[in-house]
């Protein structure tokens, strides 16, 4: 499977903004999606993901302020940022597996398909 991400950008604080992955290669088998950020100097974080087309789970961090969503058609996946916050700032990737446990989810460890990256810049 490959993985490309986009959308990312700068924007001002409360702004909005919306990540997209492409998928190719047998997507259909990659049942589970997520998307993580890393800042500089930080861990790779787990920010939301997708079980399926409705099973979505998120971090305290972005919960109420990003919805993940993954179209039926296409395999693309979303994220909808919105009321983003300077710490938002960082690289949003996009991650793919076939099968996960529901506790695994937002570990980045537990992923082996990768997208290369769209950087997301929040100025307060």
């Known amino acids: 499977v490959q993985l490309v991400e986009s959308g990312g950008g700068s924007v001002q604080a409360g702004g909005s903004l919306r990540l997209s992955c492409g998928v190719s290669?047998?997507?259909?088998?990659?049942?589970?999606m997520a998307w993580f950020r890393q800042a500089p100097g930080k861990e790779r974080e787990g920010v939301a993901s997708?079980?399926?087309?409705?099973?979505?789970r998120y971090s305290e961090a972005v919960k109420g302020r990003f919805t993940v969503s993954k179209d039926r058609a296409s395999y693309t996946l979303y994220l909808q940022m919105d009321n983003l916050k300077p710490e938002d700032t960082a690289m949003y990737y996009c991650?793919?597996?076939?099968?996960?446990?529901?506790?695994?989810?937002?570990?980045?460890?537990?992923?082996?398909?990768w997208g290369q990256g769209t950087q997301v810049t929040v100025s307060s």
């Open positions: 997708i079980g399926g087309y409705t099973n979505t």
């Open positions: 290669g047998y997507a259909d088998r990659y049942a589970y």
């Open positions: 991650a793919a597996e076939p099968r996960l446990a529901w506790w695994q989810l937002l570990r980045a460890s537990k992923y082996n398909y």
